[in-house]
């Protein structure tokens, strides 16, 4: 059994998915990190770094529970174990490419173009710049290896698929409203990923817990600990 700590944001979205698609067991186990449980003990032990997704797979590899964090981590993880959703073993490079790209590219400057026009306390113009157009860029990056592609790597639907939805998901914040348009491929590839069954499973998982919703001091000093911390 896969214990799934989860928050719906971008990222546990990711793992969401997988579970779903590769009809993995789970137990779905609520964090709220805008009231800071992601920074209790009996979180950081599970996840040291404070952030949302996180598992424990109880059944373990035959030495016990695992723990794994970073949802390009977990999915690389459950992908392996399942045996499912790692495409052609000779496309792994590309894999293991594309994996990445989200999660050192697309995933963290699309974060940081949401945060500097969202959520920071200042207006800064050249951080909303700078995060944005990097944001661009990188959905630029993916629309052009999408060109006569239905999926990232291969001929068929993977974790670098999975990985990629969860942001691309949110591209009405990230580059603004009606925006994923002017990346064509992209937007008919994400069209593709949304119209699957296990989608909307996924997107079924929050929708009976409760979150609390006000973006106050109290959320802000919860998510943003270090914006607080003394000199």
């Known amino acids: 059994m896969i214990r799934f700590y989860f928050h719906h944001t971008p990222n546990p979205m990711k793992v969401a998915l997988l579970l779903e698609e590769?009809?993995?067991?789970?137990?779905?186990?609520?964090?709220?990190?805008?009231?800071?449980?992601?920074?209790?003990?009996?979180?950081?032990?599970i996840n040291p770094n404070g952030k949302t997704?996180?598992?424990?797979?109880?059944?373990?590899?035959?030495?016990?529970?695992?723990?794994?964090?970073?949802?390009?981590?977990?999915?690389?993880?459950?992908?392996?174990?399942?045996?499912?959703?790692?495409?052609?073993?000779?496309?792994?490079?590309?894999?293991?490419s594309w994996l990445m790209f989200?999660?050192?590219?697309?995933?963290?400057?699309?974060?940081?173009?949401?945060?500097?026009?969202?959520?920071a306390p200042e207006q800064i113009p050249y951080a909303q710049n700078r995060y944005l157009r990097e944001a661009e860029r990188h959905y630029q990056v993916l629309d052009q290896h999408l060109e006569g592609r239905s999926f990232i790597v291969g001929d068929g639907f993977t974790i670098a698929d999975v990985a990629a939805w969860g942001w691309v998901d949110r591209s009405t914040f990230v580059l603004g409203e009606g925006r994923l348009g002017e990346f064509p491929n992209v937007a008919r590839w994400f069209a593709g990923v949304d119209g699957r069954p296990a989608v909307a499973r996924a997107r079924a998982i929050?929708?009976?817990?409760?979150?609390?919703?006000?973006?106050?001091?109290e959320a802000r000093r919860n998510l943003f600990p270090q914006n607080y911390a003394a000199a």
């Open 102 to 119: 989200v999660a050192t590219g697309l995933g963290p400057y699309s974060g940081q173009s949401v945060h500097f026009r969202r959520a």
């Open 22 to 45: 590769a009809a993995i067991p789970y137990e779905v186990v609520p964090v709220d990190t805008l009231k800071g449980e992601q920074h209790t003990p009996e979180f950081r032990a």
């Open 53 to 96: 997704p996180a598992i424990i797979d109880t059944e373990g590899l035959g030495k016990g529970p695992v723990r794994v964090f970073d949802s390009n981590a977990i999915l690389l993880y459950l992908a392996e174990k399942s045996g499912k959703l790692l495409g052609d073993p000779a496309d792994r490079g590309e894999l293991l």
């Open 206 to 217: 929050g929708k009976n817990l409760t979150f609390k919703r006000e973006m106050d001091e």
